[in-house]
């Protein structure tokens, strides 16, 4: 079993920054994908940005050039740079570990944590 522990979020005010990380533990099987999702009140959970352990990095549209992600994969770490956030990046913040196991596809998610942009 793996297990994903979320830190950092907050409160910031519009333009600030911010960064999250997330440490994966347990059996962590190779050629993993680490990324970071968020859900808004209301609203469905979304991809922020993923990144495999090669290096290939995905990003939503909404945060190119604003978020950066970025892997440590001998500390099995994942972070988040996110810089001149605003209001509407106000979620909760999810860390995602995937990788396949006999074809299989397993995910598993951090607790979340929250993120609040005051305007």
């Known amino acids: 079993q793996v297990q994903l522990e979320e830190s950092g979020g907050g409160m910031v005010q519009a333009g600030g920054s911010m960064t999250l990380s997330c440490t994966a533990s347990g059996n962590i099987f190779n050629q993993n994908i680490m990324g970071w999702y968020r859900q808004a009140p209301g609203k469905r959970r979304e991809q922020v940005a993923q990144?495999?352990?090669?290096?290939?990095?995905d990003y939503r549209d909404s945060v190119k050039g604003r978020f950066t992600i970025s892997r440590n994969i001998a500390n099995n770490t994942v972070t988040l740079q996110m810089n001149s956030l605003k209001p509407k990046n106000t979620a909760d913040y999810y860390c995602?570990?995937?990788?396949?196991?006999?074809?299989?596809?397993?995910?598993?998610w951090g607790q979340g944590t929250q993120v609040t942009i005051s305007s």
């Open positions: 990144m495999t352990e090669g290096g290939s990095t």
């Open positions: 995602r570990i995937s990788y396949y196991t006999l074809g299989t596809e397993h995910k598993r």
